[in-house]
């Protein structure tokens, strides 16, 4: 793919410009190209246009990004500048070709060719070199990061070990949650849109408390440790994307409105999210909150040792009250697949309510799709990056800390 146009200021008392090597007087530029570089903010010398912060917070926008778009737009991109700056002093200079892997790598986790992404952003609006851009960015800090921490980051046989098997194939990328589940009715609908708006664990803690419908409300909504690859697929980017305290758009499933707030996110040794099948089972008990629910339901547990048990338990049940499912964790309902999230095999949620009946979900296995699992040598490459992230953030606000940022 060929190198975007360059942009580079050359002198703010001149106002000349350089745009792919060709002067032009600022006079002389077409009004839509002066709108691309207008400044916005500089970092050190370098400068963020406002047409990068656009492009940007359309960016986040795609991925369903929370809280406010071009605050957040601006952050990533003053990150983003330092990071770039740093590599340049550091004699890092990325190919052509390093960049279009990095572009095919991220378009391959939305199961997307590059081509085939670069044209589903561009319909929105989003341009190559936004994409191209953002990219370089991630790539170069990575090379940064060798650099600077090579020597003081290890990986073992035996972590590498660990992270081939299944259970770290699971656990590599954990989150920590909190949940308000609403009825999907009307007046839920306006709910779920103010409290997506929340930015504070004790806010969405009390929301929890008194709207929510879910069995985690009397814990305000906060749910343990799950790793990242059991939540539904389409959850996943919106949690990459957040920080602490925000909180996803309304998701719908079935007969709920979920929102989820991120109280933390974990990188561990192993792979990034697989495709997952799982297979489960689900029952409803009806009359939610009854005595005679209660003790329904304390009936099944105390028989439901396994799917089988749980099927027995079941038997003289109508119909319509027992499913077994087996799926792609994919093509599972959202509300569904937050509770098989957290269950280990043979393990049985009681935290849903649909209408007046109370859901149970046992997980019977949960096992890997068709994903090909990595070398032994690819697996070491990405516990490195996943240690080396755990040492960014410090070195991150270091930089920051000795740059001068400005406005215009």
């Not at 957040?242 to 792979?271: K, W």
């Not at 027995?312 to 937050?338: C, F, G, H, K």
């Amino acid at each position: 793919m060929p190198r975007r146009p360059t942009l580079r200021l050359v002198s703010l008392t001149a106002c000349v410009f350089l745009i792919a090597g060709v002067p032009l007087i600022a006079g002389l530029v077409p009004q839509a190209a002066a709108q691309r570089i207008v400044p916005a903010l500089f970092v050190d010398d370098r400068v963020i246009t406002q047409f990068e912060i656009e492009q940007r917070a359309l960016f986040l926008e795609l991925f369903n990004t929370p809280g406010d778009l071009e605050e957040e737009a601006i952050e990533r991109l003053i990150d983003e500048r330092l990071q770039l700056a740093e590599a340049r002093r550091r004699g890092i200079r990325l190919t052509d070709e390093q960049i279009d892997v990095g572009m095919e790598e991220f378009a391959g986790r939305v199961n997307l060719s590059s081509e085939e992404f670069i044209e589903a952003i561009g319909q929105a609006g989003l341009s190559p070199a936004a994409f191209r851009d953002f990219v370089e960015a991630g790539l170069a800090w990575r090379e940064v990061l060798r650099q600077r921490f090579a020597g003081r980051v290890d990986i073992t046989d035996p972590e590498v070990d660990r992270a081939m098997s299944l259970t770290a194939q699971r656990g590599g990328v954990r989150v920590l949650l909190s949940e308000i589940i609403l009825p999907d009715v009307p007046e839920a609908r306006e709910l779920a849109a103010e409290l997506a708006r929340i930015t504070s664990f004790d806010a969405f803690e009390a929301a929890a408390r008194e709207f929510s419908a879910a069995e985690s409300a009397d814990r305000g909504g906060r749910i343990d440790w799950v790793p990242l690859a059991n939540v539904p697929e389409a959850v996943r980017p919106m949690l990459l994307q957040m920080r602490p305290g925000q909180v996803t758009p309304p998701i719908p499933s079935q007969e709920a409105i979920i929102l989820l707030q991120l109280r933390a996110l974990d990188v561990a040794e192993s792979l990034p999210p697989a495709s997952i099948a799982v297979d489960y089972a689900v029952a409803l008990v009806p009359g939610a909150g009854t005595p005679a629910a209660e003790a329904e339901v304390a009936r099944i547990l105390g028989r439901a040792d396994s799917c089988a048990d749980f099927a027995a338990a079941m038997r003289n049940a109508p119909e319509e009250a027992y499913r077994r499912v087996e799926s792609a964790l994919s093509e599972v309902p959202a509300d569904i697949a937050l509770q098989l999230a957290r269950l280990d095999e043979r393990e049985v949620s009681t935290n849903l309510r649909q209408g007046d009946n109370v859901v149970l979900v046992m997980l019977c296995s949960r096992t890997p799709g068709g994903e090909q699992r990595p070398s032994r040598s690819e697996m070491r490459e990405r516990l490195l990056d996943d240690r080396l992230g755990e040492l960014a953030d410090g070195f991150l606000a270091e930089l920051r800390a000795a740059a001068t940022i400005r406005r215009p």
